[in-house]
Structures are given as C-alpha cells and as structure tokens.
C-alpha cells in the first residue's frame, strides 16, 4: 500500500489580495508531492473550516497581509474544534509580527512562516508533522 | 462505525472514507461493500470538456439550480496530478466559492493519480460514498479532456460535453472521441464571438447522424441537444438543469437506465478483476523471476508478447516446458 497523500488547503482569509505568497507554497508543496488545494481569495473562516472537512485535509496553510491575523485566526481555530477537527495541523505565513507568534502558538499553530521562508523548510515540517498525526490517528 | 456515522450525516465520515479508497486502504473496500446496498439513487452527471471552457463555472451554476428546486449537491472534480512528482494543485473550489457555505451541497477535488481517461481510480467509489450519503445529484467534473478522455461516460449517467466558441473549426466536430459521449452539449462562454458558429458546427455532426452509444443498442431516439450558456452570469442554466431532467426521464424509460448501469458495472468488474489477476500474478511470481525475465527480454532473448504469455501460464501453475525457453525458441 503506498504512502498516504498529503493534502493541504492553501488558504488566503481576509480581504488583502495579494497572494503571490499563498501561490508560491502551493507550487512548492505541488512540486514535493503534495495535493494542494487552493481555495482562493477572501476566504471566511466558515468557508475555509468547511473545505477542509470536505477535503479531509491534513493540514491548513493561511496567509494573511492586512494585519487582520488576531481577529480572524482565533475564529477558524474554534470552528475547527466546533467540527472536531482540531487535529489539523495549522500553518500560517505572511506579514505576522513576532510579538503575536506566542498568542497564535497558543491557538494551535504549529508554525509561523514570514517573509523570506526557505520553502524547503515548510516542505520539511509539513512531512514530519502530518506523519506524526497519521501515526497517532487511526 | 465510519459507515454508520456516514448514514447518519457525518461529513467527516465522508471525507474520510473519500480518502481512504485514494490510498487504497484495506479498510475502504470493507465499508464500500457495507455502503453499496445504500447506493444507486443519484442521478450522476458528468461534466467535461478542454481545459478552460468553464466546466467549474458551468458546476457551481448547476449546483446551485439544482439546490433552488430542492436537491441536495455532490461535486467530484478532479484535476491532473504531476507525472514527474506526484503532486497536484487542486483549484476548482476557487470557482465554487459561493457553495461552500451551503451545508447541502459536499465538494470534494481530486487528483488523477496518473490514471488516464480524465477521473481518477478512486472516483467511482467516490460518487458511490456520496450516493450513499443520500445527495440526489452528483456532478463528476473531469480533468480538463482532449479529445480521447471518454471515461467519465462510464461512470456518469448523464454526460455533458462542454464546448467554448473559437477552439477549432468543424472538422473538430467530425472527429472521433469526447464528442460521441455527449448527451447534452454546452457552448458555454455564450457571449464571446464565434458561439453561434460553435453551435452550427455541432449541429452539422449532429445533423449527419446521432452519436451511436453502442452500449445503449439503440441510436437516433436521444438526440443531444446543444444550448448555450454563460456560466458566471448563470446565463442559461436553467434551461440545462431542464435538459439534464428530461435526459433521466429519457433514460428511465425503456430499458435504457438498466443498460447503462449493467455496462457500467461490466466495465468496472473488468478493471477491478484485472487488478486482481495481475496483484495475484505478480505476487506468485515474485520480483526476482520478473526480474530475471526482464533481462532476457532487454537481451533480446525472449520477446515481451511470448514473456506475457509464458509468465502468466506459469503463474497459473501450469507447469511450463523446461523452466526458460532457449532463445531459439523465443524467436518463434
């Protein structure tokens, strides 16, 4: 039996519409053999909670540049755990200042990726950390 | 468990199950045989055409006819995965935005896998999950198709071949492949110029002879109409969903409903017995004596066909003439 695949939602909530960042993950998790689904522009919590459940997503990468990350990130988190899909590995990237990284820490990202992220390195931690789940689920 | 919370309404249960037939897990061929008397209810439609004409555009417009006169919506739509990596990007939600807040429509994208013909191999049990889940119409969008990725006509019961103005002059028209499969065409992007030529043109093939479906052994009773929409300005696709309903009442006539699902699942018992012929032989087998015969064909000392042959005997426990034929006789 092969390896589960791994598939991400690429995420983009918030009204900013820059997401030259968000296509960039998606390309380079595309090219480590991920599936990436990507969801588009001014995405709800509601909107991207629900397409990861239909998904089965192991994992949600969120990007955000409007500064809006402390109002909307709690949100998903607790619309996750409302579906009981707390399990899925959270990521965000974008302009998120340092002194904010404990908080969403505390909401249950695993990680912060900024401006500059090699994307080897996201690629690295998505593999160990999805592995890690599926060998404690089931 | 998983199947009991499916029945019961539990999206993750579906999503779930979804990927674990993707995987090939041991345990989805166990809930599908629970879930398959469940299943046989939806109408599926297939939804294809060339990349670019609109087809996720043209699903999230139906999706949402079908959800204004009380159907519930499932969406499978696959998108191609690399050859080279193994990975996909999967965009087609980005089309169906306005749908994911709606709790009776379930959307699920789904990479190809390196199966060829347009779906995935797991697609046709995923339409059965959704099936089962209870929705009434379930749209099967395929990888954007060329000319030959005719398949989604085995699993769908409905196919629509989507078509854009200015993809290429008549003769396109006259060709073999996705445009036999249709039973209702869509010239979608209705606005641009050059529609109107796209619909004649389709009307000349149709014109000099309805599309024979072999399988339904019988041509001309069912011709596919050709309408035109614009799919983001859900220009037109009330008149479609129409179509789709009397295309089913069509089949429901007639034998024609009976036929096609005994095709399909003539089709779908060959593939699977296939796989599990070719697992069983190449387990019997083993890698080294594929391997050793590999050598010799790559020696030129033994064909593939006659390779084919011999393996497959042998696997079967017929005992074989002398363990390797000499490549003398090979050669003949």
């Known amino acids: 039996m092969p390896e589960p695949k791994i598939r991400v939602i690429i995420a983009k909530p918030g009204l900013d519409g820059h997401d030259r960042g968000a296509k960039i993950v998606a390309r380079a998790l595309r090219d480590a053999g991920m599936e990436v689904i990507y969801t588009g522009l001014r995405q709800s919590p509601d909107m991207i909670v629900e397409a990861a459940v239909q998904e089965d997503a192991d994992a949600i990468g969120l990007s955000i540049l409007s500064n809006a990350h402390m109002t909307i990130f709690p949100k998903i988190a607790e619309r996750l755990k409302a579906e009981g899909r707390d399990d899925i590995l959270l990521f965000a990237g974008g302009i998120i200042p340092d002194d904010d990284v404990p908080a969403l820490k505390a909401l249950g990202f695993r990680a912060v990726f900024g401006p500059g992220t090699n994307t080897q390195d996201i690629i690295k931690f998505l593999r160990e950390e999805v592995k890690a789940r599926q060998q404690v689920g089931e | 468990m998983l199947v009991q919370r499916l029945l019961q309404g539990d999206r993750r249960a579906v999503a779930r199950l979804i990927s674990l037939v993707e995987d090939g897990d041991s345990r989805a061929y166990r809930y599908l045989t629970e879930l398959y008397p469940h299943t046989g209810r939806a109408h599926i439609i297939g939804v294809t055409g060339a990349p670019g004409t609109g087809k996720s555009s043209l ?31 999967l965009g087609d939600r980005i089309r169906m935005q306005d749908l994911t807040a709606d709790r009776g429509v379930f959307i699920r994208s789904m990479a190809s896998r390196g199966r060829v013909g347009g779906l995935a191999a797991a697609t046709t049990d995923a339409v059965r999950v959704l099936d089962a889940f209870g929705k009434d119409k379930i749209f099967v ?192």
């Open chain 2, 59 to 89: 699903v999230s417009a139906l999706a949402k006819v079908e959800r204004r006169r009380g159907r519930t919506v499932g969406i499978i739509s696959v998108d191609p995965t690399s050859p080279f990596t193994g990975g996909a990007l």
């Open chain 2, 141 to 332: 969008e395929t990888v954007g198709a060329g000319q030959a990725e005719v398949d989604i006509a085995k699993t769908a019961h409905t196919t629509i071949v989507v078509e854009a103005p200015g993809l290429g002059d008549e003769i396109q028209a006259f060709k073999a492949g996705v445009l036999e499969i249709a039973d209702v065409f869509v010239v979608n992007k209705a606005d641009r110029d050059g529609a109107d030529k796209t619909v004649n043109a389709l009307r000349a093939m149709l014109d000099l002879g309805t599309p024979i479906r072999a399988r339904d052994g019988q041509a001309g009773d069912w011709r596919p109409p050709i309408l035109k929409t614009i799919a983001i300005e859900e220009k037109g696709v009330e008149p479609l969903a129409d179509e789709l309903e009397r295309h089913l009442a069509y089949l429901k006539s007639g034998d024609h409903l009976a036929a096609r699902e005994r095709e399909r699942v003539a089709d779908e018992l060959e593939t699977l017995l296939a796989r599990e012929l070719l697992a069983d032989c190449l387990h019997r087998l083993g890698s080294d004596r594929i391997a050793q015969i590999v050598e010799q064909i790559a020696n030129r000392a033994l064909d593939p066909h006659s390779a084919a042959q011999l393996l497959a005997r042998s696997a079967d426990g017929i005992p074989v003439e002398g363990s390797a034929p000499t490549p003398a006789e090979a050669r003949h």
